[in-house]
């Protein structure tokens, strides 16, 4: 479980890609700290194991799924990547319930920048429309975020994130431009809510 506070950046310093497999090695100079084997990291949102230690870097694991799935597929030499440990139960809860399981892509429409104001309009994803409302909670790039508003851009319906200077200043959110893809993870709690509903009918 995360909170979707993230703590670090990493630098992609060599990608291996199998056959169904990606191997995928970053450095991690504030995460690594009290990282074992087997420790769950989040990484642009996306939960994965760690496989390998050797100092400050950190080498992963990915499937064919969360290659397909997530924007983790299009890493390369040189990438920075959002990075939370997962929490422990003596943790402050800074964010909100995260849980590393990407529901969709979210593809970056439009970027509005004024002094010390970022907004970004994100595409909803396919079939998530449903969990994400004005005020809620959403995970963006492992970030966790507000929603502002919902909106149509050039006839897609968006939701709009804004980021204040700190968060564009310790995220990989400064580096997105109208084009790029984020990893998208609704609110669990507006998953389970709108669950039981559909139950009770």
Do not use: W
């Not at 056959?19 to 990291?41: E, M």
């Not at 050797?54 to 992963?60: A, N, Q, R």
């Amino acid at each position: 479980m995360f909170t979707g506070i993230v703590e670090d950046m990493g630098l992609v310093e060599a990608v291996e890609k199998k056959r169904n497999l990606c191997t995928f090695s970053l450095y991690a100079p504030k995460v690594f700290k009290g990282v074992k084997l087997g420790d769950s990291i989040a990484i642009d949102g996306v939960c994965l194991t760690v496989a390998k230690i050797k100092g400050k870097v950190l080498s992963f694991d990915m499937m064919k799924e969360t290659l397909e799935k997530t924007t983790l597929g299009s890493l390369r030499n040189g990438s920075r990547v959002n990075l939370e440990r997962a929490m422990m139960a003596q943790d402050r809860f800074g964010g909100h319930m995260v849980t590393g399981h990407v529901d969709g892509l979210g593809k970056i429409l439009k970027v509005i920048r004024d002094k010390n104001y970022v907004e970004f309009q994100i595409a909803m994803p396919s079939g998530l429309r449903k969990f994400i409302a004005p005020k809620g909670s959403i995970c963006v790039n492992g970030i966790s975020l507000t929603v502002g508003a919902t909106r149509r851009v050039a006839r897609t319906l968006c939701f709009s994130v804004y980021m204040i200077p700190f968060t564009m200043q310790v995220t990989n959110m400064s580096e997105k431009k109208v084009g790029d893809f984020v990893n998208i993870e609704v609110d669990i709690l507006a998953r389970y809510i709108l669950r039981q509903r559909v139950k009770e009918l």
